[in-house]
Nanobody, 126 residues
Framework: VQLQASGGGSVQAGGSLRLSCAAS????????IGWFRQTPGKEREFVAA????????YYADSVKGRFTISRDNAEITVYLQMDSLKPEDTATYYC????????????????????WGQGTLVTVSS
């Protein structure tokens, strides 16, 4: 499975960005697609995820109400619409995919994802 993340950039606080994650290859393994973010010296942090078949969504508390994850199954692409951005949202964002459990604790665990895309940098200035 190959994942291609795009859409990062620089924006002022309160602004919006939309990230995209396009999957290719053996997409049968892309049951859950998630977004994580990481800043230097910190562990990778769960942001949001979506079940591609049922559309079930999962969000970190820190982004609920501001970020929206959605899917386009025809294109096997997942989007992360990020609104009301804050400086603390600054990070490199990664998309990842996995099969199996839909339990929230598993979906939010970066170690449960075997396939990762390259990161895309989001910078939010105050």
């Amino acid at each position: 499975v190959q994942l291609q993340a795009s859409g990062g950039g620089s924006v002022q606080a309160g602004g919006s960005l939309r990230l995209s994650c396009a999957a290719s290859g053996r997409t049968v393994h892309t049951y859950i697609i998630g977004w994580f973010r990481q800043t230097p010296g910190k562990e990778r942090e769960f942001v949001a995820a979506i079940n591609r078949r049922y559309g079930t969504t999962y969000y970190a508390d820190s982004v609920k109400g501001r970020f929206t994850i959605s899917r386009d199954n025809a294109e096997i692409t997942v989007y992360l619409q990020m609104d009301s951005l804050k400086p603390e949202d600054t990070a490199t964002y990664y998309c990842a995919t996995r099969t199996g459990s839909q339990y929230t604790s598993v979906v939010a665990n970066s170690k449960s994802y075997p396939y990762w895309g390259q990161g895309t940098l989001v910078t939010v200035s105050s």
